[in-house]
């Protein structure tokens, strides 16, 4: 199949140092490239990838610095995939939701697959806009967030069996890994490790905008002894500090949706004791790949537990459920699904939650009932003259396409603190 990836601009595809979506973009682009299939990734220009890469920026935005409208260059990047949207059998957006506006009216074999959390309530009124949109959950616990939106599959991440190997021995050490923030619980799984008496050795990246939770709550926990700070890391380190940990701490305290945390230690063995947050339940099988516990205490029982868990046993989970060329099977079901799918629907708007009075006052006084072409014009900033010329011969999809765009200031206010943030996790991680 011909099928374009497009991932976030946050990081590069696979990320420089430590990042889910991209990563797992990064692991579903090379398996599917490994099966045949003829693949481009729209991605920043620093990636790397056997398939065919279309770059929008010439470095990650997160660690490049140098660009202060992070919106722009996604709607740089939506306009270069549709321009281009005749070469492929179907689109797989990464990307959120910037997309949506244009894609509703274009009838393209699409989907979306929803890397972040989904109980947000402008979610929930932004899938009302777009009820048709076919979304991807990453774990089932996420889509259940989300009742409004069509999810057609649940495909959970994988990752390249012989990426990280098994360790069948540890270190004597607790690991973190992943992001600081309030959500991802590094305080607790401090206080778990001084609790069980193992050292923490801490692998994470620390974004600006979490800058005061560490100060606050992490800081002075450091100060108490037993805690090695060693910041992010990148895939070539992930092997050896994952591996030699006695187990991976995961006490979260928001709906995971889905923690590529969970899966990279059990490709390397290692047990993970977290809590049942989110697709937690899903992805460990408790007593067999980890120990899934209610809180503080339970968690430090469970670190006297850790002799146990069989850490062979541990990676044969992962080799069962969690490969990425077992991920890109489901997807590879999806695509061909929607490829094969009859499009026999005529393109139409996006559901716009305007009345006639609102809908004049978006388009700058013009009466709805008015002149079409009057109409036309305002929607798309061109001159009346031009826009009765184009309307009489653009087609109903580019017309409907010109409507979309009255939909994106709804869109991109969402869009633009989720990617900006996240660099992946956020999302996936």
């Known amino acids: 199949m011909r099928i374009a990836q497009i991932a976030p601009l946050a990081e590069a595809v696979p990320p420089l140092r430590y990042g889910g979506t991209e990563r797992v973009v990064s692991y579903l682009t090379e398996e599917l490239v490994e099966l045949g299939h003829d693949v481009t990734l729209f991605a920043s220009g620093d990636s790397r990838t056997r398939a065919r890469l279309i770059p929008t920026v ?48 274009m009838g393209l074999p699409h989907l979306t697959t929803m890397h972040g959390r989904l109980d947000l309530p402008e979610l929930d009124a932004l899938f009302r806009v777009f009820p048709d949109a076919p979304l991807v ?27 990280l190997a098994p360790h069948p021995y540890h270190d004597g050490y607790l690991a973190f890994l992943g992001r600081i923030c309030p959500e991802k619980g590094l305080d607790s799984a401090i206080r778990i490790a001084q609790r069980a008496g193992l050292p923490l050795r801490v692998a994470a990246k620390l974004d600006k905008a979490d800058a005061a939770y560490f100060d606050a709550r992490i800081r002075p926990l450091l100060c108490s002894g037993g805690v090695d700070f060693i910041g992010e890391i990148g895939q070539s380190e992930m092997s050896g500090f994952v591996g030699g940990a006695a187990a991976v701490l995961f006490p979260i305290d928001w709906p995971e949706p889905f923690g590529l945390v969970m899966i ?18 899903e992805v460990l099988e408790d007593g067999v790949s980890g120990f899934v516990v209610p809180d503080e205490d339970a968690a430090v029982r469970a670190v006297a537990r850790l002799g146990e868990i069989d850490r062979l046993g541990v990676r044969r989970c992962f080799e069962r459920r969690f490969t990425s060329r077992r991920m890109a099977a489901d997807y590879i079901g999806l695509y061909t699904a ?22 004049s006052r978006r388009m700058g006084g013009a009466s709805p009932a008015g002149d079409k072409h009057d109409r036309c014009a305002r929607a798309v900033s061109i001159p009346a003259s031009r826009a009765a010329a184009r309307c009489s011969r653009r087609s109903t999809a580019a017309r409907l396409h010109a409507i979309g765009t009255l ?11 989720r990617l900006t943030r996240r660099g992946s996790h956020g999302g996936s991680g």
């Open 264 to 281: 990279e230690a059990m490709a390397c063995g290692t047990p993970v004791i977290a809590y049942p947050h989110g697709s937690v339940p």
């Open 338 to 359: 929607l490829a094969r799918a009859p499009n026999t629907a005529a393109p139409r708007p996006p559901r716009l939650p305007w009345n006639k009075a609102e809908l």
């Open 58 to 105: 010439d470095c990650g935005l997160r660690l490049g610095g140098q660009v202060r409208d992070p919106v722009a260059p996604y709607v740089q990047l939506v306009q270069g995939v549709l321009r281009r949207a005749a070469e492929f059998d179907v689109l797989h957006f990464h990307i959120d939701h910037y997309h949506l506006p244009t894609l509703a009216a």
């Open 137 to 163: 959950a990453i774990s089932d616990h996420q889509r259940q967030l989300l009742p409004v939106g069509r999810f057609i599959g649940t495909v959970h991440h994988g990752l390249p069996a012989d990426l």
């Open 407 to 417: 939909a994106y200031t709804e869109v991109v206010s969402v869009s633009l603190t």
